[in-house]
T-cell receptor, first 114, second 114 residues
Framework: AQSVTQLDSQVPVFEEAPVELRCNYS??????LFWYVQYPNQGLQLLLK??????LVKGINGFEAEFNKSQTSFHLRKPSVHISDTAEYFC????????????FGTGTRLTIIP | DGGITQSPKYLFRKEGQNVTLSCEQN?????MYWYRQDPGQGLRLIYY???????QKGDIAEGYSVSREKKESFPLTVTSAQKNPTAFYLC?????????????FGNGTRLTVT
């Protein structure tokens, strides 16, 4: 079965600084990878997804992520954060056959410091 | 606008009572899901349904029940058998239920049982 690890439970970053949120996955078969964002007391919204093709994926709100198969990683990056980026970010993985259900990481809370 | 509606937003119940959480979607999606979210634990799958009148247990189905009588609706009942029901519950849908289809989420129901 697949699994996802988000090592950083909290990441504080100064406004306008760059940020990287780390995500590593484990799977014995090909994967699909997703990043979701959750604002307080709301559901999750899709930020970006990797299904196939280019390993650099661009998403909404200026975020991007790079799929690295050799390191089994899918880190999320933004070159300059804003106060409005304060939220919790979830990495998720599914596989392309067998148990295709999404498995979520435990989340990273991003706090932007003015 | 298409989306997923969860109601109510907040729900309070006494221990020993069953409670039903509503989830309606107008996205014409085939698959629907229920997740439970607890602080620091990410999202855990309770039940999912890929077609009307059929549903499958997720990772933490004990103490919960669902029905899927209509494509648009997927209510979740939290029974008195659920030992720790206080949590944030999220309903989601996807177009096909395969691993490559991203999930669309509702805004959640926060259940408090005392």
């Amino acid at each position: 079965a697949q699994s996802v690890t988000q090592l950083d439970s909290q990441v504080p970053v100064f406004e306008e600084a760059p940020v990287e949120l780390r995500c590593n996955y484990s799977s014995s078969v090909s994967v699909y990878l997703f990043w979701y964002v959750q604002y307080p007391n709301q559901g999750l919204q899709l930020l970006l997804k990797y299904l196939s093709g280019s390993t650099l994926v661009k998403g909404i709100n200026g975020f991007e992520a790079e799929f690295n198969k050799s390191q089994t990683s899918f880190h999320l990056r933004k070159p300059s954060v804003h106060i409005s980026d304060t939220a919790e970010y979830f990495c998720a993985v599914s596989v392309n056959f067998g148990n295709e259900k999404l498995t979520f990481g435990t989340g990273t809370r991003l706090t932007i410091i003015p | 606008d298409g989306g997923i509606t969860q109601s109510p937003k907040y729900l309070f119940r006494k221990e020993g009572q069953n409670v039903t959480l509503s989830c309606e979607q107008n996205l014409n999606h085939d698959a629907m899901y229920w997740y439970r979210q607890d602080p620091g634990q990410g999202l855990r799958l309770i039940y999912y349904s890929q077609i009307v009148n059929d549903f499958q247990k997720g990772d933490i189905a004990e103490g919960y029940s669902v029905s899927r009588e209509k494509k648009e609706s997927f209510p979740l009942t939290v029974t008195s058998a659920q030992k720790n029901p206080t949590a944030f519950y999220l309903c989601a849908s996807s177009s096909s239920g395969t691993g490559r289809s991203p999930l669309h989420f509702g805004n959640g129901t926060r259940l408090t049982v005392t």
